[in-house]
Structures are given as structure tokens and as C-alpha cells.
């Protein structure tokens, strides 16, 4: 089994920066993917940021490219969303998600392709 906890969530005013840390532990293997998702208030929970192992490739939703960066620390075992530039639209709860698999460029955004899940940390952006 995989644990996944998130941290770095909090209050930010727009134009403002946070970063997301997400502690990885358990039986991970050396293919995997890494990713963030993001639920708002009344919406689905939708795809932000992946990375992939076997070159570390990073994708990211049109809504946040440009202003999130998604990496990986393979000494801590963690995986960041550096988040700049926010909006009030970037409120929401995100979550870490994360399989033992290196997914398919065309599948990253589909939720049920990553096993694990943490619980979610909460990203306000207001004034």
C-alpha cells in the first residue's frame, strides 16, 4: 500500500504564491506516476499537474500552465506544486494521487488510473 499526505494548503491573496507538498511512503516501485487534482466547491474533481517516471515528464492542465510547476524529490520521497500567479478560481480542495505505473499521456487526466489518494489540502485565494 501507498500513503500519500499533503500539506501546504492555507489562505493566499490573488497574485499570491503557495506551495503543495505531498509525503509519499510505502511500496512504491521505481515506474509511477505522480499527480495533483483539485476539487472546488459544487465541481468535479479535475486534473492540475502530473509527472512521470523514466525522465520525470511533467504535464499540466491549460488552466494552470504557466503558473504551476509539478517536481519531485526523489531523496525525500515527495512530490511540490509550486503555485504562482493565483486566482480565485484556484480555490479549491488538492489532492495527491499516485500509481505504481508509468500512465499513458492520453489517460493522466482520468481519475480512476491512479491507485492511491491522499486526504486533500485546502487552497483559498482571497482578498
Known amino acids: 500500500q501507498v500513503q500519500l499526505v499533503e500539506s501546504g494548503g492555507g489562505l493566499v491573496q490573488p497574485g499570491g504564491s503557495l506551495r503543495l507538498s505531498c509525503a509519499v511512503s510505502?511500496?512504491?516501485?521505481?515506474?509511477?506516476?505522480l499527480g495533483w487534482f483539485r476539487q472546488a466547491p459544487g465541481k468535479e474533481r479535475e486534473f492540475v499537474a502530473a509527472?512521470?517516471?523514466?525522465?520525470?515528464?511533467?504535464h499540466y492542465a491549460d488552466s494552470v500552465k504557466g503558473r504551476f510547476t509539478i517536481s519531485k524529490d526523489n531523496a525525500k520521497n515527495a512530490v511540490y506544486l509550486q503555485m504562482t500567479s493565483l486566482e480565485p478560481e484556484d480555490t479549491a480542495v488538492y489532492f495527491c494521487?499516485?500509481?505504481?505505473?508509468?500512465?499513458?499521456?492520453?489517460?493522466?487526466?482520468?481519475?480512476?488510473?491512479?491507485?492511491?489518494w491522499g486526504q486533500g489540502t485546502q487552497v483559498t485565494v482571497s482578498s
Open positions: 494521487a499516485h500509481d505504481n505505473s508509468r500512465i499513458i499521456l492520453s489517460a493522466l487526466r482520468i481519475e480512476r488510473m491512479y491507485d492511491h
Open positions: 510505502g511500496r512504491t516501485l521505481n515506474t509511477y506516476t
Open positions: 509527472i512521470r517516471c523514466c525522465g520525470s515528464s511533467t
